[in-house]
């Protein structure tokens, strides 16, 4: 939240169709609605993991709902989703690092947001491990099972050229931050 200037960019708007891939068991469309004050007309939470976090005690949406919002929950994860200018808003917040196919995912969340929605989108780039692992003359690993995906910097810049920037951090330890409009189709 912190890194997104408290939602600022978003203030008091109406978010519509809200699509958050890679929920979790916490949901940052919950903390944005909050911080935002926003509004919704509806909220889908994606998640491959999405039955196992129903069960857990702590999880937000476990009674259908993200305080008083009702959600619709999906199991799958973000390479198989095929929603089409489905969605107003889409969120996604470090996720590919998780994932099989990250630009697959990447592809399918850009292709769910309407022309003119709203993304709310940080992760992680990975050109300072890479530069690491091509001076090191040690044996590094080659990569972390648990985070398959190690996406450079230039994969971020293609996709976010075709956004208006309505909000913009970039951190090269920290990675991306970013809000921003969909220009086109």
């Known amino acids: 939240v912190k890194r997104f200037n408290g939602y600022a960019a978003l203030h008091g708007l109406d978010l519509g169709d809200v699509l958050e891939i890679g929920s979790g068991p916490f949901a940052q469309t919950l903390p944005l609605l909050r911080m935002a004050e926003a509004r919704t007309r509806s ?44 969605f107003d808003t889409v969120i996604m917040m470090n996720v590919l690092e ?10 399918n969340m850009h292709d769910a947001l309407k022309p003119g929605g709203r993304l709310i989108f940080s992760e992680r780039s990975y050109d300072q491990h890479w530069a690491n692992l091509w001076k090191s003359k040690e044996r590094l690993p ?44």
């Open 98 to 107: 998780h994932c099989l196919h990250g630009l697959r995912v990447l592809q």
């Open 43 to 86: 909220i889908t939470l994606v998640d491959p993991l999405m039955s196992n976090y129903v069960l857990m005690p702590r999880c937000r949406f476990k009674t259908g709902s993200l305080d008083s919002h009702p959600v619709q929950l999906v199991q799958s994860g973000g390479e198989d989703l095929d929603f089409d200018g489905t």
């Open 142 to 185: 080659f990569w972390d099972v648990g985070h398959p995906i190690s996406l450079r910097r230039a994969t971020f810049d293609m996709l976010l050229a075709h956004y208006t920037p309505l909000y913009e951090l970039s951190d090269p330890e920290d990675g991306y931050y970013f809000i921003g409009i969909k220009t086109g189709a």
